[in-house]
């Protein structure tokens, strides 16, 4: 007979730590990049009144199109305002619409596929909604809603929250569907636990953790939709400082000064690449795991 095996420290099995090893991928290599890219350039941004020896709004006097030098780091623009004070405020606005408007995009859009795995009627509805506003473009849709509520940082925000409805939805819905056919699901039931017991304690835990990646792509999307949106007058209103109205002030006037544009450019390609490595080491380790 064979001999039964007592659960020691030497033999036990260990704890499943599927979790953590999904967040040490920030810890190193394209994570690690990813999060001292945004984290650098976030923190420029939240020092902007530090770093900044102008205020964005402030005209100094004979100073047109100066080019990058000690006292103005990336020149003036056309209306002899300093452009690093204008594009480190330009990163709070960037910031602060992605921040505000992708977390409410992903617990409306996840209530909404919460919803929509539950009940078959709300499942036609919600699906409906979502086809619907997945057939618009985030640009078209900007146009159509700023026609309606005028352009300013309400209109980014009500944009980027109905493009990640519909995507934070979906995923949550086919990832909770997924789950309830796990054996470990149907034990539970089996065993008499309620569906919201079931739902709360075995299914959620599981459907929650790959929204990370989801957060980290919808992240750079929001910074290329508000610089696109300011870019084509939609977005944040002048004269208040924004990454893309800077980029598309510099235009009619790269002739005079090359440098005019360098710097919004080169913040919103570092944001939008930093969260895009951070979405793809998060995503990797995922896989691995």
Do not use: C
Not at 27 to 40: E, M
Not at 202 to 212: I, K, Q, R, T, Y
Request: charged share 10%; glycine share 10%.
């Amino acid at each position: 007979m064979s001999e039964v095996l007592e659960a020691t420290p030497e033999n036990a099995v260990p704890e499943s730590n599927s979790a953590h090893p999904r967040w040490h991928a920030l810890r190193r290599g394209q994570g690690l990049a990813g999060v001292l890219l945004v984290g650098g350039i976030a923190l420029l941004g939240l020092l902007a009144g530090v770093l900044a020896k102008y205020d964005p709004l402030q005209q100094i006097p004979a100073a047109n199109l100066l080019g990058p030098s000690g006292a103005h780091w990336f020149g003036t623009d056309n209306l002899n305002r300093d452009l690093f004070a204008r594009v480190l405020h330009g990163i709070r606005v960037n910031l602060f619409v992605g921040f505000v408007a992708v977390p409410l995009g992903a617990v409306l859009g996840s209530l909404a596929g919460l919803l929509s795995s539950l009940n078959s009627i709300a499942d036609v509805i919600t699906q409906r909604v979502f086809d619907l506003l997945l057939a618009f473009p985030a640009l078209i849709l900007a146009i159509a809603l700023a026609a309606v509520t005028g352009p300013g940082v309400h209109t980014v925000i009500i944009v980027i929250v109905a493009v990640e409805v519909p995507l934070f939805g979906r995923q949550i819905r086919t990832a909770i569907l997924a789950v309830r056919e796990q054996p470990f699901v149907e034990a539970s039931e089996v065993i008499g636990a309620g569906p919201w017991w079931t739902l709360r304690k075995h299914v959620l835990p599981n459907v929650l953790e790959p929204l990370g990646v989801q957060l980290a792509l919808s992240m750079s999307l929001a910074v290329f939709v508000e610089a696109a949106m300011s870019f084509i007058g939609i977005g944040v209103r002048p004269p208040d400082p924004s990454l893309g109205g800077t980029i598309a002030d510099s235009i009619a006037y790269l002739d005079a000064n090359p440098a005019f544009a360098v710097g919004p450019l080169l913040v919103v390609s570092g944001l939008t690449l930093g969260f895009l490595l951070i979405a793809q080491a998060l995503g990797r380790a995922r896989r691995i795991a």
